[in-house]
T-cell receptor
C-alpha cells in the first residue's frame, strides 16, 4: 500500500487567499484525521471522520477552516481566507477500526506558509 | 481536560547507550491506549510502539520498549543501544476512544544521539 498521501507537500500563499489541502487515506481505513503541528501548540487534532462522516470538529480553529470527505478515498481541508497564523504543517492520518491496536498512519504532511 | 506531559524538551545520549523518554498522562478512563511516534527531521510521523491500558506486560518492539506504570500514569519509552538514526523528535500520545486511532499528543522530546 502507498500509505497516506497528502498534496501538496509545500504551499506558499498570500494572506487572504484560499488554500486547499488534500489527502488520500490508506485503502480500507475507515477513520481519517486532520492534525496541525506548530512550534507553539504542538500537534493538535482539528477534525476527524468515520466512514466519511465528520465526528468531531471541535479542534477546528474557526470558521475559516472547513473539511470534507466526499468519499472513502479523498478528503480536503480548506482555509478561506488564509492568515499568516495558519502557517503550520498539516498532517492527515488514517486508521482502521476493528483491530485491538488501532494506530494511526500519517501522511508526509503539507507545510503551509502564509505570507 | 486530558493532558499528556513530556517533561524533557531535549535529551542527549551516547551512541550504543540506552535512553528513557518520559511521558505522563491524565485520565480517569479505565480503557485507553498509549502510543509513541518518532518524527525525524524529514517530518514524517512514524509509529513505534503501543501499550493498552489492560495489558499486563510492557510492550516491546525491537530496540523499543515501553515502561508502563499504570498507577503512576506513566508510559516511558526506552530505546536500547541508541543509533545515530534515532536522533529525532519523539511524541507520546494517548487514545481515549478505543478502536478509532484518535490521538492526543504530548509536546514531544527531541533526542540527539552523539557518536
Amino acid at each position: 500500500d502507498a500509505g497516506v498521501i497528502q498534496s501538496p507537500r509545500h504551499e506558499v500563499t498570500e494572506m487572504g487567499q484560499e488554500v486547499t489541502l488534500r489527502c488520500k487515506p490508506i485503502s480500507g481505513h475507515d477513520y481519517l484525521f486532520w492534525y496541525r503541528q506548530t512550534m507553539m501548540r504542538g500537534l493538535e487534532l482539528l477534525i476527524y471522520f468515520n466512514n466519511n462522516v465528520p465526528i468531531d470538529d471541535s479542534g477546528m480553529p474557526e470558521d475559516r477552516f472547513s473539511a470534507k470527505m466526499p468519499n472513502a478515498s479523498f478528503s480536503t481541508l480548506k482555509i478561506q481566507p488564509s492568515e499568516p497564523r495558519d502557517s503550520a504543517v498539516y498532517f492527515c492520518a488514517s486508521s482502521s477500526s476493528g483491530r485491538w491496536v488501532t494506530e494511526a498512519f500519517f501522511g508526509q504532511g503539507t507545510r503551509l506558509t502564509v505570507v | 481536560a486530558q493532558k499528556i506531559t513530556q517533561t524533557q524538551p531535549g535529551m542527549f545520549v551516547q551512541e550504543k547507550e540506552a535512553v528513557t523518554l518520559d511521558c505522563t498522562y491524565d485520565t480517569s478512563d479505565p480503557s485507553y491506549g498509549l502510543f509513541w511516534y518518532k518524527q525525524p527531521s524529514s517530518g514524517e510521523m512514524i509509529f513505534l510502539i503501543y501499550q493498552g491500558s489492560y495489558d499486563q506486560q510492557n510492550a516491546t518492539e525491537g530496540r523499543y520498549s515501553l515502561n508502563f506504570q499504570k498507577a503512576r500514569k506513566s508510559a516511558n519509552l526506552v530505546i536500547s543501544a541508541s543509533q545515530l538514526g534515532d536522533s529525532a523528535m519523539y511524541f507520546c500520545a494517548v487514545s481515549y476512544s478505543s478502536n478509532t486511532g484518535k490521538l492526543i499528543f504530548g509536546q514531544g522530546t527531541t533526542l540527539q544521539v552523539k557518536p
